[in-house]
Every structure is written in structure tokens, then in C-alpha cells.
């Protein structure tokens, strides 16, 4: 169940940091390519029965 809610956090959380204000545009693919290397990472936990 924590992991459930563990997973969909990290979605909104990836959905939310795309650059889509003028502010954040020069951030780049960062904040979105480490939120989506940690939800990768976390996916594959949950399959390999770590978490």
C-alpha cells in the first residue's frame, strides 16, 4: 500500500516538474530527468520485491 502511494507521488511529482513557466525553461530536462531516473529506479524495486 505505502508503495502505491510512493509510486503516484513520484508521477505527480515528475508530471510537475516540466519546464512550462518562462522562469523554469532554462532548467532544462533536469528536474524531470532525476525525478524520472528515481521513479525508474523505484519501479524496479517493486519488481525485483526489494520495497
Known sequence: ???????????????GA?????????????PTGLLGTILLIWILLLILGRV
Open 1 to 15: 500500500m505505502l508503495g502505491l502511494l510512493v509510486l503516484i507521488v513520484l508521477v505527480v511529482a515528475v508530471a
Open 18 to 30: 516540466v519546464p512550462a513557466y518562462p522562469y523554469s525553461a532554462n532548467w532544462g530536462y533536469a
